[in-house]
């Protein structure tokens, strides 16, 4: 059978509006679409309490109302994890966007992922970091949602759907029940559906893949109009990853490793159909546009699932203080004592002050002779960081403040998201396709599973001085790494993973590479926390995991970059000792 075409019209719950039509601009067979990041649930769960109808992605709705008449057109399927807490509902408002365009499309939904009101059944549950126990986390769940495979989503279009609408499913999902069914695989089909999601890990943050959050964006086609990805996934699960010919953008090499190297935890990529090996997996440039993947393994899948409570974690509120030209220290200085002695008799759980920037040299103007100074507090109280109390005290220091102070509030007790990850039994979910007429199809997902392990250990740098590391060419001067290397980084809760690879192909450069980043360059800039290094060989590319420095999560760390996305910027701006003979 031909490979299925799979293009991905959405990687998160704004990505652009025009996504759907974009995705359908050349011959597809299927479109997905993901809109769930970690806090996401949480949002739609506010927007539920006002509106009991609401709780599914609204973003996707304005998509498919624009591009609907396209989809029809092209003749291709549409499965999308926008039904967020209400799959029922977003499915009904497709049915009647369909109805008023005279459309005559089947859509199903997928149900099974909420298990808000089952929490007490799965026992003690534990944070899937740090080993806590749920009991002790002092916080009322909002929301509880497993993550589902995509045996539903193949059920439902074996059923004869049209729009299939998820909720909680994992990112890959999408992709790995459209191939199966597609190429009508078994549930112990372990390499094809492993190269699936490696394919569907690629896509599924759409315009990432064709040059989007890329290091060498500079050298990107028409950087600025993205076009959207599409996997072509073949009967045994090898995949070539392309996008329309007229789209905006690139796929290589690079851009494709980059996204491969996102949001991992280590050579291990776990997904509730199967548990992916990408320790050999290889890419390889088959044409403009065009990049193969291959060498992914499968095995039985764990028998457990992540599951991510959120719950209301109090407000959180931020004014942002420039500080201008000299006495910088001493301004900063300042302004800390200010703060201290506004907070102290506030109760707050989190308080950071960040200083962002640094003034240039002799500034031509005066934004570039300035640092922003961002000072962040959460409470479980409205009131503790309230106007009254957190905002007008800060934004009253200009009289007393150091000379140039000005300031810009930009947060005033917005609504705090705490985030906790655990795993549940697989087999306890009550995985479910409901069709048009509103029957119910159990989902029959693989009985066949094998206990996670962990990831491999880590690996330790390729040994050697700094003058004879993988050349015998003496150092030829500090220089920033980024020079050398590309880097993409990505969150899972409180850790940053961050990956490296050489600019350029030769052999030297991945030598070197692979010497020059250890765990203790890291702890240079994150010192007393644990750290995982791996090599991709296929790849040519270093992976890191660093434990703890997003702290809470994305959603209520108070960092100025919450899901850390400038990690991997900020260590290829760090200087390293680069041979001669590999900069540019």
Known sequence: MA???????????????????????????????????????????????????????????????????????RGAKLVVDAGGLNPAGLADE?????????????????????????????????????????????????????????????????????????????????????????????????????????????IECGPQATGGNFSGFTEVPRVDDLGYPIAEIAADGTAVITKHDDAGGTVTTDTVTAQLLYEIQGPTYLNPDVTVDLADVVVTQEGPDRVLLSGVRGTPPSPTTKLAITAPGGFESSVSFYATGLDLEAKADLLRTHVDRITAPLDLSLLRVDRIGTPVEDPRDQWAAAQQILVTAQARDRGQVGAERFIAPLTGLFLPGYP??????????????????????????????????????????????????????????????????????????????????????????????????PRGTSDAAWNWLRAAITTDWIAEVYPGVEIERHEFPGLRAVHLVIHGILGKGASSNGRPDIAGKAVAEFLRARHVDVPEELLP
């Open 94 to 202: 497709c049915r009647r966007v369909l109805a008023e365009r005279g459309h005559a499309l089947v859509v199903a939904h997928v149900e099974g992922d909420d298990v808000l009101g089952r929490l007490g059944e799965f026992g003690a549950l534990e944070h899937l970091d740090d080993g806590r126990p749920l009991a002790e986390w002092g916080h009322d769940p909002g929301t509880a949602n497993a993550y589902l495979g995509g045996w539903g989503i193949t059920a439902a279009l074996g059923a004869g759907a049209d729009v299939v609408i998820t909720g909680r499913v994992t990112d890959a999902s999408l992709t790995t029940g459209v191939a199966a069914w597609w190429h009508g695989w078994g549930l112990e089909d372990w390499d094809a559906l492993a190269g699936a999601v490696a394919a569907a890990h690629v």
């Open 404 to 501: 140039g102070l000005y300031v810009n509030p930009l947060r005033v007790a917005n609504p705090v998201v705490e985030y906790w990850p655990t795993l549940v039994p697989t087999g306890a979910l009550h995985h479910e396709v409901v069709l048009a007429d509103g029957s119910r199809v159990p989902v029959k997902d693989t009985p066949v599973r094998a206990e996670f392990r962990g990831q491999p250990p880590s690996v330790p740098a390729a040994s050697g001085s700094s003058h004879d590391r993988a050349t015998s060419t003496p150092i030829g001067r500090r220089a920033p790494l980024g020079l050398v290397a590309h880097g993409r980084c990505g969150d899972k809760g409180g850790n940053s993973n961050v990956g490296f690879w």
């Open 3 to 73: 490979a299925v075409r799979i293009a991905n019209c959405a990687g998160w719950l704004w990505d652009r509006s025009s996504g759907l039509r974009d995705a359908l601009a050349g011959p597809v067979d299927v479109v997905t679409g993901d809109y769930l990041a970690e806090p996401t649930l949480r949002q739609l769960a506010l927007e539920r309490t006002k509106d009991p109808a609401l709780g599914y992605a609204r973003s996707f709705l304005a998509q498919f109302t624009d591009g609907v008449d396209l989809l029809v057109e």
